[in-house]
T-cell receptor, first 111, second 117 residues
Framework: NAGVTQTPKFQVLKTGQSMTLQCAQDMNHEYMSWYRQDPGMGLRLIHYSVGAGITDQGEVPNGYNVSRSTTEDFPLRLLSAAPSQTSVYFC??????????FGDGTRLSIL | AQTVTQSQPEMSVQEAETVTLSCTYDTSENNYYLFWYKQPPSRQMILVIR??????QNATENRFSVNFQKAAKSFSLKISDSQLGDTAMYFCAFMMPRASGTYKYIFGTGTRLKVLA
């Protein structure tokens, strides 16, 4: 079992560029979510999904898009990168009521 | 809106002593789940302990235990016999069911714990 796999681990972008952070899980979890963690701060929920075809916004969704076409994958898209999106991004998955399994994070820098 | 509050941004404790980290949350639901996670400098998120709201008994995992006060909406974490390896950021998390039938997880802002030798 690979658990939750995030790619890439590191990325540097220029302002205005777009990119997709990949997240895949092999545990058949229905719930998947994306968080950002800024220095010295907690995890803020960006978007989440309770199953294929179902997504919803978290507390900081602006500038990000998601889709959930399969149970396994939950990519996060930055449409036009801004320096304020410099952060560490975590993907997580779980069954209902169970603790979330986290990926190792993606460190993203926007210049 | 933030529904999980960790009021202690930083704490320190002497090695072998006991420390309690506080967490409060807000919900009108009756069935939900609460978690404590540890994030060491490696940045990995590690589950420490889990509590189901319908269970009155407080969860315990070795040196870690919780004091779950459902009426007060409080979920504190007690670490006994603190070890240097317990130095980390600790996050309280709440699985929030919603009236629509969906649910989401919300995390507190974290408490940075330093264990002193």
């Amino acid at each position: 079992n690979a658990g939750v796999t995030q790619t890439p681990k590191f990325q540097v972008l220029k302002t205005g560029q777009s990119m997709t952070l990949q997240c895949a899980q092999d545990m058949n979890h229905e719930y998947m979510s994306w968080y950002r963690q800024d220095p010295g701060m907690g995890l803020r929920l960006i978007h989440y999904s309770v199953g294929a075809g179902i997504t919803d916004q978290g507390e900081v969704p602006n500038g990000y898009n998601v889709s959930r076409s399969t149970t396994e994958d939950f990519p996060l898209r930055l449409l036009s990168a801004a320096p304020s999106q410099t952060s560490v991004y975590f993907c997580a998955s779980s069954f209902y009521g169970q603790p979330q399994h986290f990926g190792d994070g993606t460190r993203l820098s926007i210049l | 809106a933030q529904t999980v509050t960790q009021s202690q941004p930083e704490m320190s404790v002497q090695e072998a002593e006991t420390v309690t980290l506080s967490c409060t949350y807000d919900t009108s639901e009756n069935n939900y789940y609460l978690f404590w996670y540890k994030q060491p400098p490696s940045r990995q998120m590690i589950l420490v302990i889990r509590q189901e709201a319908y269970k009155q008994q407080n969860a315990t995992e070795n040196r870690f235990s919780v004091n779950f006060q459902k009426a007060a909406k409080s979920f504190s974490l007690k670490i006994s016999d603190s070890q240097l390896g317990d130095t980390a950021m600790y996050f309280c998390a709440f699985m929030m069911p919603r009236a629509s039938g969906t649910y989401k997880y919300i995390f507190g802002t974290g408490t940075r714990l330093k264990v002193l030798a």
